[in-house]
């Protein structure tokens, strides 16, 4: 059974930093596309940050460019999201996705139904 699991989230002051992970298990994602995605209460998920299957590339949605990064370690099986800087709009659930195409192992997937498997969220809420 394929799983993503996410972990990471929690509470934090506006100004301080989070580190998201992603373990993934039950198959590899290596040199598949992976991201994050948002959504906060009452709002459509957003996508945050994608990652290319060779890890060359990323792509960030514009509110989070120069504040969060996204990599992976290929090794572990593992996606992570470094968030710096946080604010209090970027409270909401995260979610962690993988791709089951390749799509050539140097392209980002930016949209949701692109990916194939989801992880179960995690909260991430930031005060003012």
């Known amino acids: 059974q394929v799983q993503l699991v996410e972990s990471g989230g929690g509470l934090v002051q506006a100004g301080g930093s989070l580190r998201l992970s992603c373990v993934a298990s039950g198959r590899t994602f290596t040199g598949y596309p992976m991201g994050w995605f948002r959504q906060a209460p009452g709002k459509e998920r957003e996508f945050v940050a994608g990652i290319s299957g060779n890890g060359g590339r990323t792509y960030y949605v514009g509110s989070v460019k120069g504040r969060f990064a996204i990599s992976r370690d290929n090794a572990k099986d593992t996606v992570y999201l470094q968030m710096n800087s946080l604010k209090p709009e970027d409270t909401a659930v995260y979610y962690c996705?993988?791709?089951?195409?390749?799509?050539?192992?140097?392209?980002?997937?930016?949209?949701?139904?692109?990916?194939?498997?989801w992880g179960q969220g995690t909260q991430v809420t930031v005060s003012s």
């Open positions: 996705a993988a791709s089951s195409t390749t799509y050539g192992g140097s392209q980002v997937v930016t949209y949701s139904v692109n990916y194939d498997y």
